[in-house]
């Protein structure tokens, strides 16, 4: 007899171009895509981690930046049950808008459930955020995560760490140390999209990851699993 997958509504917000649709079809597949279609509404894409002791599942609602001019943030964020904050290192303007994405979360959502910041893109060679003025974590008591979707640094740990949380266990890990290749696996065959438009992305020059890019993760986080 099969067991049941515990299954949980995610919320992915953020300002446009953050890269949100980047790290959501990367959990998907595993790979980098480098350019896409714009998000303007939302896609949820149902994806299961393969975890132990346990398989834990996301339905990740991949919610448009532009989304918080129109009014329709409240009917994608409603019953959410974990979010996802994300920013861009390399645009100061999708820090400073971080508060009103949270403000959101809880007006909308209440203040019981698990969320995570993540500054995305640490690869590239202009970053404006630097690690040290990032502090609206330590402010609200969130976790915090440098990632980069492109290089794939970090970007197992934001669904790991809520996973733990959801289910109340601090030992689930997964089953494979991921790599390039996908440690999420989709429930089903693609995005459920209500509204996009096409808008390549632009390229950026990218460097290795060290510790001149950005501080050690315990400087970073608020709670470490």
Not at 24 to 52: N, Q, S, Y
Not at 79 to 101: E, H, L, N
Not at 116 to 125: A, F, I, R, T, Y
Not at 204 to 217: A, D, H, L, V, Y
Request: aromatic share 8%.
């Amino acid at each position: 007899m099969a067991h049941s997958i515990p299954r949980f509504k995610l919320a992915l917000v953020g300002d446009g171009g953050v890269g949100k649709t980047a790290f959501t079809k990367m959990m998907c597949t595993g790979a980098f895509e480098e350019k896409h279609i714009a998000t303007l509404g939302v896609e949820v894409h149902p994806v299961i981690l393969k975890t132990a002791p346990c398989e834990v599942g996301f339905n990740v609602w991949d919610i448009a930046g532009q989304e918080k001019f129109q009014g329709l943030i409240e009917g994608y964020i409603i019953d959410t049950q974990a979010a996802i904050i994300m920013f861009d290192v390399s645009s100061r303007s999708t820090y400073d808008i971080v508060p009103f994405w949270y403000s959101e979360l809880r007006r909308i959502a209440g203040d019981d459930f698990p969320i995570v910041l993540c500054g995305n893109k640490v690869d590239v060679e202009n970053r404006r955020v630097k690690a040290k003025t990032i502090t609206f974590h330590r402010e609200k008591q969130l976790q915090y995560y440098d990632i980069s979707v492109k290089t794939l640094y970090n970007v197992k740990k934001p669904l790991l760490w809520l996973a733990r949380k959801m289910i109340g266990n601090s030992s689930l890990d997964y089953l494979h140390p991921p790599s390039s290749e996908a440690f999420v696996k989709d429930l089903e065959p693609g995005p459920k999209t209500t509204t996009a438009a096409s808008e390549k992305s632009s390229s950026q020059g990218t460097k290795t990851i060290g510790p001149e890019t950005s501080e050690p993760e315990d400087n970073n986080v608020v709670d470490n699993l």
